[in-house]
């Protein structure tokens, strides 16, 4: 694990963790809604 030495490098970290939780949010709310509306054909 690195170490964070400069306000910069902690400010870089935080926004890069944003960004992956922010995908990893959308991806997941849109499997969520094509879970919930699909529907069998029969």
Request: no cysteine; hydrophobic share 50%; aromatic share 14%.
């Amino acid at each position: 694990m690195e170490t964070i030495h400069t306000l910069q490098e902690f400010m870089l970290h935080t926004k890069n963790v944003t960004y992956v939780l922010m995908v990893a949010a959308l991806v997941g709310i849109t499997w969520f809604w094509l879970f919930l509306t699909e529907r069998d054909e029969e």
